[in-house]
């Protein structure tokens, strides 16, 4: 009997190990559990910042040519695009018989160039009188008496000059840009601007012409080149107004010169001179007009005369500034508005270029006028 209880022990105790032992090798066979890494707060990424924007570019201020001299380097130009008044002039005066018929063509030469009747009647008459008296015919003696005439018949003693300073001496000099649409007058504001600070001077200009929408930004970008101040309104503000605050606005930075460029529409002569005499009145509240500019363009020739008569008649003209002069064979146009007007051509335009715009010198035009036709 006890050894029936001894044998049950040992196969309790055997079954033990034998569960012991499955137990050991199944928990080693059972991969180590991995321990999830702890969740990581959640940091929100800040926005990168913008990279600083670039100031815009200052705009390059432009030196314009020297004014000195323009004319004479623009010769060539005046040379070629006159060519057919001095070339006519010259081979009809180298003629073997100096008849009534050559002298004839001359007249018929100068009126086509829109020299004009009246001058071109004195011209002729008094070249004509002087090569009898001398009795010449040698082509350089032609030459210099031709030079001669044309020189005396525009006025070489006419002042010329651009007014600068205030008839009343005190704030800056206004001068009005007058002239139709087409004519170029807001470019040769731009222009005029150029010539003058090229002589040194402070310019601010006025956006005048209202009832032309890219007047202003013509303006504006002409300025800007040059480092001049526009004043301007919005499109059909009152022309007399914006004249107003542009003077006032030079005077208050102390500007040598305010130029003030007009609206050209010329539907009817009362109308214009309406638009143009409040301009005028409205700006002589600060201070006289010391200059009254009128643009023609050179390729209009008698159609110009007339519009220069109208303007004439609207306001004190005080100069021209003929435009295009490059592109017209009729240089004449030179004689006959200053005989018209009474007024002297100021400054001539000779091409595309900023400053194609010269003041006008008799002598270098008539060599340009003359002595370019043998070229």
């Known amino acids: 009997?006890?050894?029936?209880?001894?044998?049950?022990?040992?196969?309790?105790?055997?079954?033990?190990?034998?569960?012991?032992?499955?137990?050991?090798?199944?928990?080693?066979?059972?991969?180590?559990?991995?321990?999830a890494p702890a969740a990581q707060p959640q940091v929100e990424a800040e926005p990168e910042s913008e990279a600083p924007q670039a100031a815009p570019a200052a705009p390059v201020i432009e030196a314009p040519e020297p004014?000195?001299?323009?004319?004479?380097?623009?010769?060539?130009?005046?040379?070629?695009?006159?060519?057919?008044?001095?070339?006519?002039l010259l081979a009809l005066l180298a003629s073997d018989k100096l008849d009534d018929d050559v002298w004839d063509e001359v007249e018929e030469t100068l009126l086509t160039a829109d020299v004009g009747v009246a001058d071109t009647t004195?011209?002729?008459?008094?070249?004509?009188?002087?090569?009898k008296v001398l009795g010449t015919r040698d082509p350089e003696?032609?030459?210099?008496?031709?030079?001669?005439?044309?020189?005396?018949?525009?006025?070489p003693d006419l002042d010329r000059s651009i007014a600068t300073v205030s008839p009343s001496g005190e704030g800056p000099a206004v001068i009005l840009m007058v002239g139709v649409n087409g004519s170029g007058k807001t470019t040769t504001c731009g222009r005029v601007a150029r010539v003058l600070i090229a002589e040194g001077k402070t310019v601010v200009m006025g956006a005048a012409d209202t009832f032309r929408a890219a007047a202003a930004e013509q303006l504006e970008t002409?300025?800007?080149?040059?480092?001049?101040?526009?004043?301007?309104?919005?499109?059909?503000?009152?022309?007399?107004?914006?004249?107003?605050?542009?003077?006032?606005?030079?005077?208050e930075d102390g500007a040598d010169v305010v130029l003030?460029?007009?609206?050209?529409?010329?539907?009817?002569?009362?109308?214009?001179?309406?638009?143009?005499?409040?301009v005028k009145r409205v700006i002589e509240k600060q201070g006289p007009v010391a200059e009254t500019l009128l643009v023609l363009d050179a390729t209009t020739g008698q159609n110009g005369l007339q519009q220069a008569k109208v303007f004439g008649e609207?306001?004190?003209?005080?100069?021209?500034?003929?435009?295009?002069?490059?592109?017209?064979?009729?240089?004449?146009?030179?004689?006959?508005?200053?005989?018209?007007?009474?007024?002297?051509?100021?400054?001539?335009?000779?091409?595309?270029?900023?400053?194609?715009?010269?003041?006008?010198?008799?002598?270098?035009?008539?060599?340009?006028?003359?002595?370019?036709?043998?070229?």
């Open 122 to 131: 004195a011209v002729v008459e008094r070249l004509r009188e002087r090569v």
């Open 67 to 88: 004014v000195a001299g323009r004319l004479v380097r623009l010769r060539s130009r005046l040379a070629r695009s006159n060519n057919a008044l001095g070339k006519g």
């Open 314 to 375: 609207v306001v004190q003209v005080t100069g021209i500034v003929l435009t295009k002069l490059d592109g017209s064979a009729k240089g004449g146009i030179v004689i006959a508005v200053q005989r018209q007007l009474g007024v002297p051509v100021k400054l001539v335009g000779l091409g595309e270029g900023p400053d194609d715009l010269a003041p006008f010198e008799v002598g270098a035009f008539v060599d340009a006028l003359v002595d370019g036709a043998e070229s």
């Open 260 to 278: 003030v460029d007009t609206a050209g529409r010329l539907q009817n002569k009362s109308g214009l001179m309406d638009e143009l005499g409040k």
């Open 1 to 35: 009997m006890d050894n029936l209880w001894m044998w049950v022990v040992a196969a309790v105790v055997a079954v033990a190990l034998i569960v012991g032992v499955v137990l050991a090798v199944r928990s080693r066979s059972k991969p180590a559990p991995v321990e």
């Open 141 to 155: 003696e032609l030459r210099r008496l031709l030079k001669s005439e044309l020189t005396a018949v525009l006025e």
């Open 222 to 251: 002409w300025g800007a080149r040059v480092g001049a101040k526009v004043v301007r309104r919005g499109e059909g503000a009152d022309p007399a107004s914006v004249a107003f605050d542009a003077v006032k606005a030079g005077a």
